[in-house]
């Protein structure tokens, strides 16, 4: 709801405060839950809100708490704070002037934390009561990862000799699955621990297990079959070209009705089999609709959407169909059991290890904290007494863990005054991090009902932006709160642009491939920005002068749904002439140089191995080249022995001379390992070879620089940690080369540097740009690859079976089926994740895809459903025609958008002029004659 209010105090006013955000600033006796709008101020409210209970509450500094969940965030809110306290320093008399001085002294070890820091800082206070060392450290995520690959390698080991249930259980999935699968799915078990859940979950019966799944099963398929209807992108392409096909009497067929109909009501069918076999006879025959055609050309369309549609729901229902009592070699059951048995005795030798180094890891600190105040009432008295109010920012963002300790922090005051939380369901994007959304609504209905105030002023984006925004996801989140644009001048170029891409192919047969459409999409991207760049069009607005002028460099965002296709934009940049800034990138271990280091280490650490040390000698470390190693390798049987030969082979004299070279800082290097640290010795070695200078005349020299220092920086991190040796870095090192975490390649330039900038969404969450360019906006998201084992909240822990054995040892059926469940929840956090990227541009927002070539299909929506199009262009096809831009079926919700519209050819650009409206010929069916599929599509 949003509160009015006529009367704002002189200090709201003075504040700049909308009245909305008034009345969140205001409201008292009752805690706020506070939904804000992308770009609706909430930090400026958060600001307020804090500086409100110092002026108007009487509260101190230390009665009040602020939780962020970054640090970049954490120090923006204390700088914003800062800032307000100057000011009112400032504005005060001489006499309060004092009272703001202390305030800001104060402030300085004021709890504004992110919720990890606050988690530590007070297990710090009470570790008497967690049984651990007051002075712990905290490990990053490289360090616990490979404490972690520690645990796993020697507790398994270990547990394999055992006699005890997590010993059998071990050595019964190594003979079902091997010993490499069992480590790495152990790894990512761990991952997802939940204490509770699991001990529940082994303390239940097989029939109890049954019977939750057997009810899942049935609340699961009603909400997938609703899935299937209207979100699913295979489904529905199929569904829309049955749909929007145009029909004699804009009628739809019966068969089509009746088959929408069967597929709504297989959830409630007493017979499952027999109502889905119901279902596919009504999809056999299609001479019935195609009859019905207004234009028989579309006949072939319709064909191919009923046996597509039809084969598609036999191969997404299988698994509600299958009879899991079959016969099986093992009990699926049984052996998810194993899997968290064996999980959770690894993660008791974990917990050994950290604790044995005085070390915690970012979930202990949560978990800890939790459990601190869970199982001990007189702290959380203590903070009650201590802590007055509690400021929560990004809400949405929170897993379990976190919500229950926001809850045991706030105790008996979370609806009464003592929580304001701010955050935003629609942009709830970490699903992957154990982030759940449904918390974050679950609280908001837990608060009274004048404490559920929402934010949707909007200072960021240009008013038809926000109008673009509000037409595409009003219809896609539930109780969605259209973005209101504050007063600004609106541009007299359109602020949204679709640009397509297409690579020119001789033969309308001729296949494209995925790498080819997003090279042509590449060059696209840069062509445009390279016109932006060039033209004279004032279209960002300076707030500073108030006025608008041309695009700069430094303007331009190119944003990533993910970065593994990245290095195809970044070749169409640089063909174009185009400075730009790759932020983060994942793919850290990955690259060349890491490789480089990894070998000099190897080979200094053991002679004998040769394929380190040919590595060596190819790297810019010795310089070597192919014809000398080839004649090396054939002087003797053994690399190292001829390195180090009285006989060299000949060679020309700066090879000869390089091999000289590296021949004495291996010897050097070899004397000094045991009396130095890594981090020395990594410095020596650099110094030695002149590596670090070498790189820099390498392409994407500045970036590879940028990555070893960081690889250093991570050698001294594991010397400070104090229980690494040269050999544990060199066995963690290769193993996060081979599993390739995901970490960031090191920075190369500031973050206001005036290039262009390239990142993920989720990297641009929180941030604003003037212009933005979603890149590869068609592209299907993968399946993971390999996993056998997964928690899944409402399934339990649940395992697929070796696929290469036939017949399967065991029953995939609730893999499949918790999947099912996964990648619904996937689909709405892309959704999200669409809504994050839409609302990051001020000033101009532009779409980007690459296809292998537009369609001649007149109706827009069959146009797009032949596309094959994924979760976001589903969205945006059914509610603008992507080829004009024109918004399709127009309600009296959505207003009038000029969208410019760009496809390219390989040959050229062609443009769709936005200065005029193009209709599409022939007649769609009317569909609010029927109920049911009024919302559909």
């Not at 062509?527 to 707030?543: F, H, M, T």
């Not at 749904?561 to 730009?580: H, T």
């Not at 080839?630 to 001829?642: E, H």
Request: aromatic residues 10%; charged residues 30%; glycine residues 4%.
């Amino acid at each position: 709801m949003s509160a009015d209010v006529p009367h704002l105090p002189t200090e709201v006013r003075a504040a700049g405060l909308t009245l909305q955000q008034a009345a969140a600033v205001e409201l008292r006796g009752s805690s706020v839950h506070l939904s804000s709008g992308a770009g609706c101020g909430k930090t400026h409210v958060l600001t307020a809100r804090y500086l409100s209970h110092i002026k108007n509450d009487r509260s101190s500094v230390g009665q009040l708490v602020a939780i962020t969940f970054t640090e970049r965030a954490a120090r923006e809110m204390r700088e914003r704070i800062r800032g307000s306290f100057r000011k009112e320093r400032d504005q005060s008399s001489t006499e309060h002037r004092t009272f703001w001085e202390d305030r800001l002294e104060e402030l300085e070890s004021a709890p504004i934390n992110t919720i990890h820091s606050f988690c530590g800082n007070l297990l710090r206070q009470y570790p008497a009561e967690m049984g651990i060392d007051p002075q712990f450290e905290i490990l990053d995520e490289v360090l616990s990862l490979n404490v972690r690959w520690e645990a796993i390698r020697e507790e398994l080991q270990s547990l394999l000799l055992e006699e005890s249930d997590a010993g059998n259980s071990l050595r019964a999935l190594t003979q079902l699955f091997g010993w490499y699968k069992i480590q790495n799915s152990v790894l990512h078990l761990i991952e997802e621990l939940d204490q509770g859940a699991w001990s529940d979950f082994l303390n239940l019966s097989e029939a109890e297990y049954r019977a939750r799944i057997a009810s899942l099963k049935i609340q699961l398929l009603k909400r997938y079959c609703r899935f299937l209807l209207t979100s699913d992108p295979t489904s529905v392409k199929y569904l829309t070209i049955l749909l929007k096909s145009r029909y004699e009497g804009n009628l739809l067929p019966v068969k089509v009705r009746e088959a929408i109909e069967q597929l709504q009501a297989l959830s409630s069918a007493s017979n499952l089999q027999q109502a889905y076999e119901e279902l596919h006879k009504t999809l056999l025959g299609p001479k019935e609709i195609i009859a019905q055609l207004v234009d028989p050309e579309e006949a072939e369309n319709v064909k191919e959407a009923l046996k597509g549609f039809r084969d598609s729901l036999k191969n997404k229902l299988d698994a509600f169909l299958e009879n899991e009592s079959g016969e099986w070699s093992f009990n699926d059951f049984e052996v998810a059991q194993q899997f968290v048995r064996v999980a959770l005795a690894v993660n008791d030798g974990y917990s050994r290890r950290k604790k044995d180094r005085a070390v915690l890891d970012f979930n202990d600190l949560l978990v800890m904290a939790r459990d601190l105040l869970k199982n001990h009432p007189d702290v959380r008295e203590e903070l009650a007494q201590k802590y007055s109010f509690i400021l929560l920012d990004e809400l949405q963002d929170t897993d379990p863990t976190q919500m229950e300790l926001v809850r045991l922090i706030c105790d008996t005051g979370l609806k009464y005054g003592k929580l304001f939380a701010v955050g935003d369901a629609k942009q709830s994007i970490y699903r992957f991090r154990g982030a759940d959304v449904f918390l974050f609504n679950e609280l908001r209905n837990e608060m009274p009902e004048p404490g559920q105030l929402d934010l949707s002023t909007n200072f960021r984006s240009q008013k038809p932006i926000l109008d673009f925004v509000n037409t595409l996801f009003r219809k896609v989140f539930d109780s969605y709160v259209p973005l209101e644009a504050f007063d600004r001048p609106v541009l007299e170029y359109p602020n949204v642009e679709f640009l397509w891409s297409f690579p020119e192919v001789e033969a309308a047969s001729e296949k494209v491939s995925v790498e080819e459409t997003r090279q042509a999409e590449g060059r696209l991207i840069a062509r445009r920005i390279s016109e932006l760049l060039q033209s004279k069009e004032e279209r960002i607005w300076d707030s500073k002068t108030r006025t608008f002028r041309p695009v700069r460099a430094g303007d331009v965002t190119i944003l990533f749904r993910s970065m593994s296709n990245v290095q195809l934009y970044e070749e169409a940049l640089r063909y174009y002439g185009i400075d730009y800034y790759l932020i983060g990138g994942r793919a850290f271990f990955a690259q060349q140089e890491i490789y480089d280091v990894l070998n000099v280490l190897r080979i200094v650490e053991n002679a004998n191995d040769s394929i380190a040390l040919a590595g060596l000698l190819r790297s810019p470390m010795a310089g070597l080249n192919d014809q000398s190693l080839f004649l090396l390798r054939q002087s003797s049987g053994d690399l190292w022995d001829c390195l180090f030969s009285e006989s060299l082979p000949s060679l020309p004299p700066d090879q000869m001379e390089a091999l000289k070279t590296i021949r004495t800082f291996l010897k050097h290097w070899s004397n000094i390992k045991d009396h130095v640290s890594i981090h020395d010795l990594l410095v020596r070695i650099i110094e030695d070879t002149g590596y670090d200078a070498a790189l820099q005349f390498e392409f994407l020299g500045d970036r590879k620089l940028a990555n070893l220092w960081k690889l250093v920086e991570l050698a001294r991190r594991f010397d400070q940690a104090g229980f690494f040796t040269l050999t544990d870095f060199i066995e963690r090192l290769a193993e996060l080369v081979e599993n390739e975490p995901k970490e960031e390649q090191a920075a190369t330039q500031p973050e206001n540097a005036d290039v262009v900038k390239l990142m993920t969404i989720h990297q641009s969450k929180g941030l604003e740009f003037p212009v933005v360019i979603i890149a590869d906006y068609n592209r299907k998201k993968s399946s993971p690859v390999g996993q056998q084992v997964k928690w899944q909240r409402y399934f339990g822990c649940v395992s697929s079976p070796p696929q290469d054995e036939d017949p399967l040892p065991f029953s995939d059926q609730n893999w499949r089926l918790a999947a099912i469940a996964d990648r619904m929840e996937d689909d709405q956090e892309e959704l999200r994740v669409l809504y994050v990227a839409c609302t990051r541009p001020r000033d101009l927002l532009i779409l980007s895809a690459g296809f292998n070539k537009f369609n001649q299909e007149r109706n827009p929506y069959v146009h797009m459903a032949k596309l094959d199009p994924n979760s976001w262009l589903l969205k945006l096809g059914q509610k603008f025609d992507i080829r004009t831009g024109e918004i399709l079926q127009l309600v009296p919700e959505d207003l009038p958008i000029s969208i410019r519209v760009i496809s390219e050819t390989d040959k050229g650009i062609a443009q769709a002029p936005y200065e005029k409206s193009r209709k599409i010929p022939g007649k769609l069916p009317d569909m609010s004659r029927y109920k049911p599929l009024d919302n559909l599509l």
